[in-house]
């Protein structure tokens, strides 16, 4: 319900945007010797700061009636969602043309690989698949663990270095660092350097040990962008297997963005289903009966209960209990992919919209 203001001297409404109704009182007075409405917003919940919010008031000239008032909520300044767990708040939805207008302008954006829950970042990039090293599954488990949504995707082609400290040389070198999917990805380099393999969190944060410790045996695989910013010396340029070696990575935000149906779209799910004969090609084929194109399919054990007991069988015989991580190409603004997921909400025990996304055509 819109709250309205009213005022004995005029006759005027206060309109906030339909994302959601404001948690605070509104009150004002009207002056009409300086035509001027005073407005005051006292929140109900005492943690919630809510800065630059902008109150936009008109009036005629004889200062009798006042204009319709708009509570103008910019994305990122006026949250609209609380949060039980913390007091920050989330903005509200991005239209897929806004989202468009911030990417093309990447000073309005603070970017990183870790830590956008916790409001440090705008945007956090997340890398899920290689075209070599195949999905990286403990991500996908990251997806539904935190309340994020994917507004994004890119896809990058990986040019892998071998990176050491300044007067290091590849004859020196006894082991080396970088991520699993990395050290998969130059697993024939590696092998025929006879380098011993150390899994890290990131290629970038690899980098940054071997610098930091100044290490003389050890070398990391990174980006020369890493390199350059840690100090490092390029042995090796382009050691990846393979030369069409490609990542694509999700972007992801504390709020999704609000998609639209004048781009190709992809959205990202995951469910769950009950145990039973042609489940999941009943799951999957509530797309294929509205033309909807899957490109990726993804199972992951449930982490907190992977076993479930089967009592139809002799034995209580046990099985893996699974989320299914699905990818099809259509927008949630199309009509066809809600019916599709209205259908597959009748018989799936558990069901999440991951987002809906413009998809990246390009190679980077």
């Known amino acids: ?5 009213t005022h004995p001297s005029m006759a005027s409404s206060l309109t906030v945007s339909p994302v959601a109704p404001l948690p ?10 300086d035509r001027k409405l005073n407005i005051t917003v006292r929140f109900r919940e005492p ?3 809510w800065p630059n919010v902008t109150v936009s008031a008109s009036a005629d000239k004889e200062g009798k009636k006042g204009q319709a008032l708009e509570l103008q909520r910019m994305v990122h300044e006026l949250p609209y969602e609380v949060m039980k767990d913390s007091s920050p708040l989330l903005p509200r939805p991005l239209s897929s043309a806004q989202f468009s207008n911030v990417i093309s302008d990447g000073s309005r954006l603070r970017v990183a690989y870790q830590a956008v829950e916790r409001w440090l970042v705008d945007r956090a990039v997340l890398p899920i698949e290689n075209s070599l090293g195949g999905s990286i599954h403990r991500n996908y488990d990251l997806l539904l663990r935190h309340r994020l949504h994917i507004v994004g995707e890119v896809n990058l082609a990986v040019r892998h270095c071998l990176l050491a400290n300044h007067g290091v040389k590849l004859v020196d070198l006894k082991r080396v660092l970088s991520h699993p999917q990395a050290l998969a990805q130059c697993e024939n380099t590696l092998t025929k350097w006879r380098l011993v393999r150390e899994a890290v969190d990131d290629t970038a944060g690899a980098a940054k040990h071997v610098a930091l410790h100044k290490l003389q045996d050890t070398a990391a695989i990174a980006s020369s962008a890493a390199g350059m910013i840690y100090g490092l010396n390029i042995l090796a340029e382009d050691i990846q297997d393979d030369c069409d070696n490609v990542t694509r990575f999700l ?6 963005i609000i998609p639209g149906t004048d781009r190709p779209f992809k959205t990202s799910i995951v469910f769950s289903l009950e145990k039973g004969p042609g489940v999941l090609f009943k799951a999957l084929a509530v797309f294929a009966l509205r033309q909807i194109n899957l490109t990726k399919i993804e199972s992951r054990p449930l982490r907190n209960q992977p076993l479930r007991a089967d009592y139809n069988t002799n034995g209580s015989m046990k099985y893996f209990d699974y989320l299914f991580y699905v990818d099809f190409e259509a927008s949630m603004a199309d009509e066809n992919a809600q019916n599709a997921l209205r259908h597959l909400k009748e018989f799936a025990t558990f069901l999440r919209v991951l987002g809906s996304y413009p998809v990246d055509a390009t190679t980077t």
């Open 1 to 5: 319900m819109k709250p309205r203001l």
């Open 251 to 256: 972007i992801l935000a504390r709020e999704p």
């Open 24 to 33: 605070a009182r509104i009150t004002g007075n009207f002056a009409p010797s």
């Open 47 to 49: 943690r919630i700061r």
